[in-house]
């Protein structure tokens, strides 16, 4: 097995992980785990001396010659994509049917669900502050509804100044990021490239909230995997944007190995 190694763990499958990508180091178990190179555009002959009997790896253009090498050399490959939600649900029980843990992954999926809810109910009525995610600059890269963080924005109780675009990630121009004047701007910790902070920025002192000081920082190696944490995912966002709410505790989705 290759790739989408939470799913794998979560699902009580970590056992039969035999490779997995460079960038994957959660749960802390998949790092004895050997690494056999890129998620993207992936090393066939590294994850051929793995001896899998499956590849599971990102559905996108830099995968699909990949794809294609593995189905050549007579290796299944499942190719997945997982941007929103309803893409997280749709494979996770579709790895389940695989793996033939059906029951375990809707056990999970129920779970995720109850998590998400949990947080979108704390939320509910409250003030939603309008707020800018700042994924990446230069150029302003942010979020639209393409994209699972406009529905944890959402569940997390606030509203995306961008919500309008259909793109996972536009660009945009500081011009409309002035014009629609959030409240808030959202940094995620480590995931900008390391690129200088809004008050640093040239002409980024025309936002109210850049002048104000009105930016909050958020877990970005939690935020930016969309997996069977995404309810802690919501939960850590809500309590940026409200932190005088008080959350029970959170429903065990599971990021281990669960009993067969």
Known sequence: MYKRQELLYALGEGDR???????DDQPVQVLEVPSVGDALRADAERVMSRNPDLVVLYAGSDN???VEQFE?????????????LPDLRRNTLRLGSILDRVERAA??????ERDLEDVATATSGLVRPSLYYDIAWPPAITVGSGSYLDSLIEIAGGRNIFHDLALPSPQVSLEAIVARSPEIILLPGGASGGSAPP????????????????T??????LLHRLGPRIGEA??????VLHPEIEFGDPVETGSTDAPP
């Open 107 to 112: 056990e999970l999926w129920a779970a995720i």
């Open 234 to 239: 919501a939960r850590s966002l809500a309590r």
């Open 216 to 221: 909050r920082t958020v877990d970005a190696a």
């Open 17 to 23: 992980l035999v490779g997995r990508s460079v960038w």
């Open 64 to 66: 699909a010659r990949s």
């Open 72 to 84: 050549r050399l007579g290796l299944p490959a499942l190719a997945i994509r997982i941007d929103d």
């Open 199 to 214: 008050s640093e920025r040239s002409g980024w002192d025309a936002i109210s909230a850049v002048r104000e000081g009105r």
